[in-house]
């Protein structure tokens, strides 16, 4: 039986430093975090099942605790993996034109690129598809079967550990998009069959989602290694790196950090990114490789497509274009959307925050700075869209001279794009986009007030 952990108690009152700004008041009881986004340092308030906390200055979500999380997280990873035996050991599509037909399973989307000699593209299906989600589950379930037994499984905080890492390059919900994609481009040339895998992969993409979104990573650590007491003389409201502190990315804990160096999270273990000022190098050269990348990948043919003896190679833009033609304006949208635009303004708008956060002024908010990195965040992994749908139509229409299709030189440099493009926002540094600005609050007992409004959902009781 998993009992609660107490959000308070961690470290015993006592008095903080006074700074120019604020007089001298009592530290909280509370757990502190550093935002991630914006080195804010916060106390935890006390949050219920179904509670979250946001910070006060940037609005990222800090913590989201859920109900029952350890049998939660465990029914549906169950239920998940389930589904995705059933998505590989079924049919996913079969194909007929003329009497002549071919049926694949899921995994042959990435043995056909394999057999084609794309290793690349065919690694990049397999890991985002399958081996990584399969990976994550049965991790999720190791973890969960530990801490409902009251007994941690061996290696659980190594585990725990990988979790994070694994969660944005998991695609399930993009593969749909791209299998339906698939199905819009070639339901008018011939018959098409929807296997049981078909369905059972719808299932296992919003079992995924659901799975990766009821995991409470602070619940988590808090059961796997107990929080020690907090740092000493930490000052709420202000910058933790000002104060020799870095929150941890992977337990929460904040740590107390010397200037030299390289650290360790005394809690998980986890290398520490004290914040040292704006750097940018590696966005920027992995932003520089992924505008390399993306001229073959508009240049060169995605895909080379058979028929009747007839051979004929599309670029991205050509099979856009294609669609505008006959009228699929939908499906036309959302391949110009998710390989043209998408991509293009990521880059864009990496570029422009990697150049303004050096800028004391820039024409938009730090706030709405930091959404832009959000979206930009956010939207690179749908991208992967056009990777898939060359992956499924590969694997699908192979009838030799009668109809078949071939991966093109572009379906390299743009699963590349996605990738480096996916990297560059994932080591951006969100926090210089708030380096300009002052601290938000000027002493603690209007921080507080800020936490207490900043967990809007949370009707917890005053700590401070
Ligand atoms: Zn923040
Ligand atoms: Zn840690």
């Known amino acids: 039986?998993?009992?609660d952990v107490s959000l308070v108690d961690i470290a015993s009152p006592e008095q903080i430093q006074p700074s120019a700004h604020s007089a001298p008041v009592k530290?909280?009881?509370r757990r502190l975090r550093v935002c991630h986004e914006c080195d804010l340092l916060l106390a935890l308030p006390r949050l219920k099942s179904g509670e979250k906390a946001e910070c006060p200055r940037c609005q990222h979500t800090l913590v989201r605790r859920q109900t029952n999380?350890?049998?939660r997280s465990l029914?549906?990873?169950?239920?998940?993996?389930?589904?995705?035996v059933l998505s590989v050991a079924f049919p996913f599509l079969s194909f007929n034109i003329s009497g002549i037909g071919n049926g694949i399973a899921l995994t042959d989307t990435a043995s056909a690129l394999m057999s084609l000699h794309y290793p690349l593209v065919a690694l990049s299906v397999l890991l985002t598809v399958i081996v990584l989600p399969c990976l994550y589950l049965c991790s999720l379930i190791w973890l969960c079967?530990?801490?409902t037994r009251n007994k941690l499984l061996p290696r659980s905080h190594r585990i725990a550990r990988t979790l994070g890492y694994m969660t944005p390059w998991m695609m399930a919900d993009v593969f749909v998009i791209g299998t339906l994609v698939s199905l819009i481009k070639i339901i008018g040339m011939a018959d098409i069959e929807l296997g049981l895998s078909f369905w059972t992969f719808c299932a296992y993409a919003i079992l995924l989602l659901l799975t990766t979104q009821s995991v409470d990573r602070d619940w988590l650590w808090q059961h796997l290694d107990p929080e020690p007491k907090a740092p000493n003389h930490a000052q709420l409201g202000f910058s933790a790196s000002l104060q020799g502190l870095a929150g941890c990315n992977t337990c929460g804990l904040v740590n107390r950090v010397s200037s030299l160096g390289k650290a360790r999270c005394k809690r998980c273990g986890e290398l520490l990114h004290p914040y040292h000022g704006v750097n940018n190098q590696a966005t920027l050269a992995l932003l520089f490789a992924s505008v390399l990348m993306y001229l073959p990948a508009n240049l060169y043919p995605i895909m080379v497509t058979t028929s009747l003896g007839d051979t004929q190679a599309s670029t991205i833009l050509?099979?856009?274009?294609?669609f505008f033609q006959h009228g699929d304006w939908p499906i036309a949208i959302i391949i110009l959307t998710a390989s043209v635009l998408v991509p293009v303004c990521k880059m864009l708008a990496l570029l422009w925050l990697c150049y303004i956060v050096r800028q004391p002024k820039s024409v938009l908010s730090p706030l709405s700075r930091n959404r832009l990195y959000r979206i930009t965040e956010f939207i690179g992994r749908w991208s992967m869209v056009d990777v898939f749908v060359v992956a499924i139509l590969v694997a699908?229409?192979?009838?030799?001279?009668?109809?078949?299709?071939e991966p093109g030189a572009a379906a390299i440099s743009f699963?590349?794009?996605?990738?480096?493009?996916?990297?560059?926002?994932?080591?951006?540094?969100?926090?210089?986009?708030?380096?300009?600005?002052?601290p938000p609050l000027t002493h603690i007992s209007q921080h507080a007030s800020s936490t207490k409004s900043l967990s809007s959902t949370s009707k917890e009781e005053p700590h401070v």
């Open 415 to 438: 699963t590349a794009v996605v990738i480096l493009t996916m990297l560059a926002a994932i080591l951006f540094d969100p926090r210089s986009i708030w380096l300009h600005t002052a």
């Open 27 to 29: 530290v909280s009881r």
């Open 75 to 84: 029914a549906l990873a169950f239920a998940t993996l389930i589904a995705l």
């Open 69 to 71: 999380p350890a049998e």
């Open 318 to 322: 050509g099979g856009v274009l294609m």
């Open 1 to 3: 039986m998993i009992t």
């Open 145 to 147: 079967v530990g801490m």
């Open 396 to 405: 699908l229409i192979r009838n030799g001279s009668l109809m078949s299709v």
